[in-house]
């Protein structure tokens, strides 16, 4: 079974980096492709970014730029590092994997319905 827990939200100002940290618990992370998606008040859950287990790096519109995903295999941990954070970044953001056994199309990584196992969130809170 697969377990996935996210820590480093808080509460910032607009302008200041943050950076979340999800610890994977369970066999095979370097086999899954991770994610991170976020989900702001009565609003749909919504792609922020992906990389595959070989390092490849996708983002949604709204961050690129601004936030880096990325992976250390030796921790079974995947980073999500926010900079020039904005009201707009404001969400509960969830760490999820997606076990990788075949190429798919790189639209799969930015869908929730593709990942395999979510962690319960961790709340960033953007104010001026």
């Known amino acids: 079974q697969v377990q996935l827990v996210e820590s480093g939200g808080g509460l910032v100002q607009p302008g200041v980096s943050l950076t979340l940290a999800c610890v994977f618990s369970?066999?095979?992370?370097?086999?899954?492709?991770m994610g991170w998606f976020r989900q702001a008040p009565e609003t749909e859950r919504s792609f922020v970014a992906a990389?595959?287990?070989?390092?490849?790096?996708y983002y949604g519109d709204s961050v690129k730029g601004r936030f880096t995903i990325a992976r250390d295999n030796g921790k079974n941990t995947v980073y999500l590092q926010m900079n020039s954070l904005k009201s707009e970044d404001t969400a509960v953001y969830y760490c999820a994997g997606l076990l990788q056994g075949k190429r798919i199309g790189t639209d799969a990584y930015m869908q929730d319905c593709s990942y395999d196992a979510w962690g319960q969130g961790a709340q960033v809170t953007v104010y001026s």
């Open positions: 369970g066999r095979d992370f370097d086999s899954y492709a």
């Open positions: 990389i595959t287990w070989h390092g490849r790096e």
